[in-house]
Structures are given as structure tokens and as C-alpha cells.
């Protein structure tokens, strides 16, 4: 049934008090000044902010967390569907389930599912939002034992182009239910998520490791294999920053352990012999302590891409490549290394499964008079890692994945998968309402 009615939440235009707080996006970088923000109290203002933009032919972007990097829950003159009121968790404890409100963010959901001893798979950072980050695959901390956040989906509520309420699931518009674990921005206003969850990890191990620059090679090395081996319960990151010697990077690895601090000992005992620590923070905290230990401001600049190494050694030539460019690292920039291995979980999804170690060069900074420098690392080493043939930019989260043309989204999800894509898009929505985001175009050929 169709609710007709007042707008309940709050609208802003660019001359309204409030304005410019409501359009505030994390990225500094990619701020926008919408015609509109329409911050939503429930379904229903959801389908009468669609109707409006339809009405004053505005464009469309949707706000979870305000998290992309893209900048793609913001627009220039447009409407941005804000949720960040509809932030809500019901957890059920019995089933080791959660019903989540599409604007939640993840400090929200590990600190309500942790009052019932439950966790749920998020990122790795306490600031993004948990829909977003589902839709576009996620992972975080858990992921290595209970598989990205997209496979821990069982339904979602979505509001879609035509302003209809669907229930997606395995059993309800199956084919929906596919293509929004991966691809989900593309279908639909989501108004709340069904997630598993799993017992929390009672301790963890986290914190700061640092390698002197005259290792690198052995720890780079070492590390790889590592990787490679892998385990269920460890989730590090391994990079090179900047320091004050540009000939010699600093060379970090970040733990992020979710067993028990004997498993994690044990563990961490393997990385502590690749060479001797110049630093080691590494300690036992909760799994909450875990997830906020990464917490950025609430803005900042940044700017990323993501690609994918086979596992593979590290051949002679990963190896060269990545010593060649970790020189390369300036202020607020760095190259970081982590493992990816899919689960195969079922029912199958549109998640991209390519296991491997993901390479991502990114910059965060705070004064604008930076921006040209770290855009032209960034774009320079972009360059490099595209031009490798030991490189490529099929990557497995499409959260972090910045710019979606039909070749990358064909290596990303298998060109099979992402015709399909296109025609579930020409189903749902043909017109491509919700196209600010990794933009899947609705094949012309309506489904
Ligand atoms: C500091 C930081 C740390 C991060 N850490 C991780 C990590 O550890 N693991 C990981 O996998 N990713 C991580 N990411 C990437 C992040 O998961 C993605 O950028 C994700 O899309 C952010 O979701 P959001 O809701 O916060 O962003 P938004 O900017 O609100 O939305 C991102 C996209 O999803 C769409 N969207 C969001 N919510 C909805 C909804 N309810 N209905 C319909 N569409 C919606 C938006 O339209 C937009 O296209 C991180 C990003 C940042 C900036």
C-alpha cells in the first residue's frame, strides 16, 4: 500500500539554517551542494523524496554513512536521500540475528550486537555506514573467518525506482536479493538490512608493528607469506608510509587478531621472526577496542584506487614493483597490503571472488594548498600499477573501488554476472534513477 503524506523529517535547502551540516559528506574532497537534502524519518519520506526529485526532475544520490570516497551520496543540485536518521539496531539474540535501519553505521551495530555478546561483519573502521558497506561486498576484521559483509546478508528492505516496497531475500525476489549483495546501490533506496551474526571474539589483538627500513626486503617477503598461508582469524594490514627520509619508507603492519591472545601470540611469534620490530605495540583489547582503534575525524581528504595481486610468491616482479614504489610514498600518502580469500557462501551473490592480496594506494590530508601533490602521486602510481602485468584492477571489494566502466565492472564481476547485471538494472530501474554510485547501466534490452 502507498502512504501519501507529509514529509515527517527534515528538509534543507542551500538558504535553510542548518544547510550546510546536513550536506556535509566524510570526504572534503568531494563536497556537494545539493539542491535538496531530504534526511528521511522513515519509508515513508523515503518515497516522498523520490517522488520529489521525480516531480522537480532532480537528480538522485542516497546517504548511508556518507562514506564514499567517490563522493556519490552527494550531488551538485540535486536530492540527496539522507538516512542518517533512520540509524536503528534490533538485535535477536535467539537467532543470532539483527535487523538493522539503513543509515546505520558501524559503531552503531558492533556496539549494540556486542550488549548481546554477538558481532556482526563490518569494516574495520567505526565511521561507515553497514548498508553501504554490504552492498558493496565489505570486509573488515571477521571476514577471514565468516566471509565478506555482502554474504552475511539474508534481506533487505528497498524502496525502488517506482517508489514499490520489496522484501528481498532468498525467497522473495531472489533475483534482486543476487544482484544487491555486490551491486546494491543500483536498485534502490535500502530502508533495513537483515544481517547474521556470530559470537564475539571475547579478546583481540591489535595495534602497531614497525619494521626498520633496512628489512624491508625479508619483512616484505615474509610477510607475503604470511598472507598466503593465511588464517581464519587474522585480518592484517601490511604498508609502506612516509617518513623523513623519502629513500626510506616506513614499513608497518597493523594486527588485527580476533582469536584467542594465545592463537594471536603464536601467530604474531611468526611475523616477529622476519626481522626484529623497531616498534611493537601489539596488545590484547576488546573486540569493540578493535574496531574504533582506526577512527578518523569525521572529515578529512582522501583519495584511493584498489587493485589485486595473484598470489604468487611474491614473484621476482611483485617484489620489484612494490620496492619500486614504496619509494615513491609522500606526506599522507601510503601503499597498503591486505589478504583477501572468499568464502564460498551460500546462496550464491554477485560478490566478486577473486582471491588474492589487495594493493591500495591512498592519500589522507587536511589542507586543500595538498591536493594537487597527493592527486598526482596517486594518479601517478594508479598509472604504474595499471601498466603492471603482475597487477590487476579486478579487486574484490567494489567499496573501494572509485571509478566502475563496463571493462572493470566485466573483470570485477565476470562478464556473465555483469550482463546479467544489466538486465536486472533495466528491470528494477530502467530509467537509472540511482546512478551515483558504481553505476551499473540498464542494459537496453529490458529484462
Ligand atoms: C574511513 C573509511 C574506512 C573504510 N573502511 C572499510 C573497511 O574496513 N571495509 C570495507 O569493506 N570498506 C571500507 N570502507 C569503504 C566503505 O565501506 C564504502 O565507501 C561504503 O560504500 C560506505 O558506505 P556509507 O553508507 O558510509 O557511504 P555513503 O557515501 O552513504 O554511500 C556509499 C554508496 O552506497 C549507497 N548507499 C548507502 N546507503 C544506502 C542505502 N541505505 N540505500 C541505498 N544506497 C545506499 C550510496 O548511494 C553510495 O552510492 C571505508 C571507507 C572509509 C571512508
Request: proline residues 6%; glycine residues 8%.
Amino acid at each position: 500500500m502507498r502512504q501519501v503524506g507529509e514529509f515527517r523529517g527534515e528538509l534543507f535547502a542551500p538558504t535553510d539554517e542548518g544547510y550546510d551540516e546536513a550536506r556535509t559528506v566524510f570526504n572534503e574532497l568531494r563536497q556537494g551542494r545539493p539542491a535538496v537534502v531530504a534526511r528521511c524519518a522513515g519509508i515513508a519520506d523515503v518515497r516522498l523524496a523520490l517522488e520529489m526529485a521525480r516531480e522537480q526532475n532532480l537528480d538522485v544520490s542516497v546517504r548511508g554513512g556518507g562514506h564514499s570516497v567517490a563522493g556519490w551520496s552527494t550531488n551538485d543540485d540535486g536530492l540527496v536521500v539522507d538516512l542518517s536518521r533512520m540509524g536503528w539496531v534490533h538485535v535477536d539474540a535467539e537467532t543470532s540475528t539483527a535487523w538493522i535501519g539503513g543509515g546505520t553505521v558501524a559503531t552503531d551495530l558492533v556496539t549494540e550486537a556486542s550488549q548481546y555478546g554477538l558481532a556482526a561483519v563490518t569494516g574495520t573502521n567505526p565511521g561507515p555506514g553497514v548498508t553501504g558497506l554490504v552492498m558493496g561486498v565489505g570486509e573488515g576484521y571477521l571476514t577471514p573467518r565468516h566471509g565478506f559483509g555482502g554474504d552475511n546478508v539474508l534481506a533487505f528492505e528497498v524502496v525502488t525506482a517506482d517508489g514499490s516496497l520489496l522484501n528481498v531475500s532468498a525467497d522473495e525476489h531472489p533475483d534482486l536479493f543476487w544482484a544487491m549483495r555486490g551491486a546494491g546501490a543500483n536498485f534502490g533506496v535500502v530502508t533495513a538490512v537483515k544481517l547474521r551474526l556470530y559470537p564475539m571474539p571475547e579478546q583481540c589483538t591489535g595495534g602497531m608493528i614497525e619494521f626498520s627500513p633496512d628489512d624491508e626486503v625479508e619483512v616484505t617477503r615474509c610477510v607475503w607469506k604470511i598472507m598466503e598461508k593465511g588464517s581464519e582469524f587474522f585480518f592484517p594490514f601490511y604498508g609502506f608510509g612516509p617518513s623523513d627520509d623519502p629513500e626510506r619508507p616506513r614499513i608497518m603492519f597493523s594486527v588485527g587478531h580476533t582469536g584467542t591472545p594465545e592463537l594471536a601470540e603464536r601467530e604474531l611469534a611468526e611475523l616477529r621472526a622476519c626481522a626484529r620490530p623497531i616498534a611493537d605495540e601489539a596488545r590484547t583489547m576488546s573486540y569493540w577496542e578493535l574496531v574504533h582503534q582506526e577512527h578518523l575525524q569525521d572529515h578529512c581528504r582522501t583519495a584511493w584506487d584498489v587493485y589485486r595481486l595473484a598470489f604468487d610468491g611474491p614473484s621476482a616482479q611483485q617484489m620489484q614493483l612494490l620496492l619500486d614504489q614504496r619509494k615513491t610514498v609522500i606526506p599522507n600518502t601510503s601503499i597498503l597490503l591486505w589478504r583477501t580469500v572468499p568464502k564460498p557462501l551460500a546462496p550464491p551473490s554477485v560478490c566478486p571472488r577473486l582471491p588474492g592480496i589487495s594493493l591500495f594506494p591512498s592519500g589522507w590530508w587536511e589542507h586543500e594548498q595538498d591536493d594537487k601533490a597527493i592527486l598526482a602521486w596517486l594518479e601517478a602510481t594508479s598509472a604504474c600499477f595499471s601498466r603492471s602485468e603482475v597487477v590487476t584492477d579486478a579487486a574484490n571489494t567494489v567499496n573501494h573501488v572509485v571509478t566502475l566502466d563496463d571493462d572493470r565492472a566485466k573483470r570485477l564481476y565476470g562478464a556473465e554476472n555483469y550482463a546479467r547485471l544489466r538486465r536486472l538494472k533495466a528491470k528494477y530501474d530502467p530509467d537509472n534513477v540511482f546512478r551515483s554510485n558504481n553505476n551499473i547501466r540498464p542494459d537496453d534490452e529490458r529484462a
